[in-house]
């Protein structure tokens, strides 16, 4: 048997191994994970439902699945879930005061997947309300703080999956990803984040933020575990009207291999004004050592790059103010007290159960969707949409896939921009293009700043390439080696 307290180390593909081999069982795994987020959780918050009975309960049947000879990569395995996914029978609250009491009657897609491969879930993850920000300073209960320095935050919204993952307190995490929330996340905390292809991964029993925007994916320790996670995710689902009926590859098949003939851009927008001196340095070394091994580098542009912040702004908001319309006090979720008749009570309900920033967004959404204001607004964002998409399959003709940074700046401390809306939504200007354009996006440690803070490297891709991404991920963080150890809390 492995050493109980070293189980919260390993990563997936480790785990599974020894979990395979009998040489330590899921109970175990899971007892040493739940132990580690007693004594680590109360400095770093990532969990908002830990769901220990549950997650015991799961591991001695893996245990019992594994002994009749039914493994898979994910059977036993402890994994925490960003808590906009639906879980029978456990509170989703999407981090907001108006779901705080909701308990789903059945799963997401996503969840009930992992449930078939015999994944163990260790609770429910702490994010922006409803997924609105890039902190988890939006949550209605607690900020998250970053395991790398606890003034920090993590990255939004996903930050609770990517705080646990570098905590070590999940061995994998799945997130969510509208603008940004997968990657920013894991490139402030320092492990690997992907945003699939939008229709890759079904979105059945995900609250919805933008709907045709939002997608799952996985926050893991390295690319294979990535691979694994995604193999079990992703597939057609007619319960998703925007599911691809396509064929899914085996996503680990694309790991290791080498660069020779990879072609890949480097966007002269995505470089320049408002990154960071230690990002972009960071950035270049990793672009050098591609150039090193094989890859073939050049110059590509996105010229409509400056438009897409303020595109996003519009279509998201937009289409927020519609989905968010359910939550009124009527049929589920918070129902205000007091009220004198039917509209105070939707005006009441919506007032106290929605924070600052969803109320923000729900005001943009509803005004740029008001008469006299669609045209000027949502159709144009639309339309510069489709001009950002084009510019990518242009470039993408010219080569295999892009390099960029994730974010401009490293993590931000706490505090620092909940003043300023625009400060902080521009965090996001190297991320949201990818969204606009449905693409697949992989973040991957990079380097770590001279205060020791994680600095995470974009690779996009053209559509249902993920096994692109996956190639030159797994083969760039083998020949960057190690960052540094896991900070230890």
């Known amino acids: 048997m ?153 990255g939004g919204s996903s930050g609770g999956s990517g705080a646990a993952v570098a905590a070590r307190i999940a061995c994998a995490a799945l997130g969510s990803d509208t603008g940004g929330s997968i990657r920013q996340p894991a490139s402030h905390c320092g492990v690997v984040g992907m945003k699939p ?17 939002d997608q799952i994916g996985p926050m893991t320790r390295d690319v294979r575990d990535c691979a694994i996670l995604l193999n079990s995710i992703a597939g057609f689902d007619p319960k998703d009207s925007t599911s691809y009926p396509g064929e899914v590859p085996d996503f680990t098949s694309a790991l290791g291999k080498e660069l020779n003939g990879m072609r890949i851009g480097v966007p002269k927008e995505y470089f320049g004004h408002g990154i960071e001196e230690g990002v972009e340095s960071a950035i270049k070394r990793a672009i050098s050592l591609l150039e090193e091994n094989g890859a073939q580098i050049k110059e590509v542009s996105l010229p409509h790059t400056e438009y897409a912040v303020a595109a996003y702004y519009i279509i998201a908001p937009a289409e927020a103010s519609s989905n968010l319309m359910r939550y009124d006090g009527v049929k589920y979720g918070l129902r205000a007290t007091g009220y004198k008749n039917l509209l105070d009570m939707y005006k009441e309900t919506r007032s106290q159960g929605f924070g600052p920033e969803v109320k923000r967004r729900i005001m943009l959404g509803t005004y740029s969707l008001s008469s006299g204001y669609y045209d000027a607004y949502y159709k144009k964002a639309s339309q510069v949409r489709t001009i950002i998409r084009d510019d990518f399959l242009k470039a993408f003709s010219e080569c295999d896939c892009l390099i960029t940074p994730v974010a401009p700046t490293p993590p931000f401390k706490i505090g620092e921009k909940v003043d300023d809306p625009l400060q902080m939504y521009l965090s996001d200007i190297f991320t949201i293009p990818v969204n606009l354009a449905g693409l697949p996006g992989i973040s991957i440690p990079c380097a770590l700043t001279e205060d020791g803070l994680p600095v995470g490297v974009q690779f996009i891709a053209p559509p249902f390439r993920e096994d692109t991404l996956i190639h030159v991920g797994s083969t760039y963080e083998g020949l960057r080696g190690p960052v540094a150890p896991w900070p230890e809390l």
Not at 198 to 212: D, E, K, N
């Open 2 to 154: 492995a050493d109980k307290s070293g189980l919260v180390d390993l990563t997936i593909w480790q785990l599974s191994t020894l979990l395979r081999k009998k040489e330590v069982s899921s109970k175990e795994v899971t007892e040493a994970y739940l132990e580690r987020i007693e004594a680590v959780d109360p400095k770093v918050k990532a969990y908002i439902t830990v769901t220990a009975d549950q997650a015991l309960r799961a591991a001695e049947e893996a245990d019992k699945r594994i002994a009749s000879g039914d493994h898979r990569p994910l059977t036993g395995v402890p994994i925490g879930l960003k808590d906009v996914l639906c879980t029978e029978g456990i509170p989703t609250t999407c981090a907001s005061k108006i779901l705080e009491h909701f308990v789903p009657p059945y799963d997401a897609t996503v969840v009930a997947r992992l449930k078939d491969e015999g994944a163990v879930f260790l609770g429910k993850l702490n994010m922006d309300e409803f997924a609105m920000g890039s902190s988890t300073e939006n949550s209605a209960f607690f900020p998250t703080r970053n395991p790398w320095s606890l003034d920090r935050i993590p």
């Open 197 to 213: 292809t939008y229709g890759r991964v079904s979105r059945y029993g995900l609250v919805a933020f933008a709907s045709s925007l």
